[in-house]
């Protein structure tokens, strides 16, 4: 067992009627902000991040036929977004009162998770740059689209971390 779940063990205990239960700390959005609209800003920003990087392979680019440098960070990339959706789905459950270490792996984890898939993006655009540039050939419409796909899922991962960065927490 992992060291964290194995410290984590130590805030579930019997409760009043003898069951399992977690006995932990509990956060809740601080400020009265607005559990729905933070959700719904950050599975909006998810969804154009994700729609923006299986549209990057749907443009089809001369670099995704067998470049490693672009394929590579590229399918990286998708393992990275399936990732931020992991956690995105985790918090989504969670419900008003959110266990506190719940909290920590997800919202969190997501602005570290965000960074590693836009940083994978942008190796993957400057893959397709350098390709371009070193096969001689004019770019086409094609690698032009996976660029600007690759430009707006930075774009709205970067727009994930911030909403996480910014959301207050208090004891609940």
Known sequence: MRKKARERLKDFGP???GKMAYL???????DGHDRRRLLRTLWAACGVAAAAAVGAS??????LSGCPYVVMPYMLQFVALVW???GMGRLSVAGERVRAYVRDETVG?????CVVAAALGLVAAAGEVVFIATSGAVPVAADLAFLACEVVAVA?????????LDTAWESA
């Open 15 to 17: 409760d009043d009627n």
């Open 24 to 30: 932990g700390d509990h956060v809740r959005l601080a």
């Open 58 to 63: 749907l443009a089809n680019p001369a670099g």
């Open 84 to 86: 931020v959706l992991w």
């Open 109 to 113: 984890a997501l602005p570290l998770r």
């Open 156 to 164: 709205a991962l970067v727009a994930v971390r911030r909403a996480c």
